[in-house]
């Protein structure tokens, strides 16, 4: 790291903590060359994620949309928010595992219904109906005989 005061490459950390804001470390530097501290922030660099929707546009990742999907399957059933967010921050993580810049909307509703299909039936299939766009009763049922075969 460069002196801002000197601009020699010469530094040394004499103090490391988080931000305030727990999302970048702050550290305090001190210059070898000219003995003046200064302070730097190091924080972790975040690729930004494309989803490809199904006609094939392209938006920036957004969580909320996944959240909000499983608030509305999860309506009336016994589902704290604490594990709403806990089964949002799953599925983030899966997605920010794949590594990719660009994941299809498919693959990320596919991830969705997998994690609901454990965590509530219910809200599974709420999900589902919605997601998979069940167009008739023939549909739903097919859907359901699937959870219940596995029961």
Sequence with gaps: MKCPFCNKENTKVIDSRPAEDNSSIRRRRQCDECGKRFTTYEKVESIPL?????????????REKIEAGIVRSCHKRPVSISQINELVDDIENAILNMEEKEVPSSQIGELVMNKLKDFDSVAYVRFA???REFKDIGTFMEELKKILDKD
């Design 50 to 62: 494309i989803v490809i929707k199904k006609d094939n546009n392209r938006e920036p990742y957004d």
């Design 129 to 131: 109906s919605v997601y």
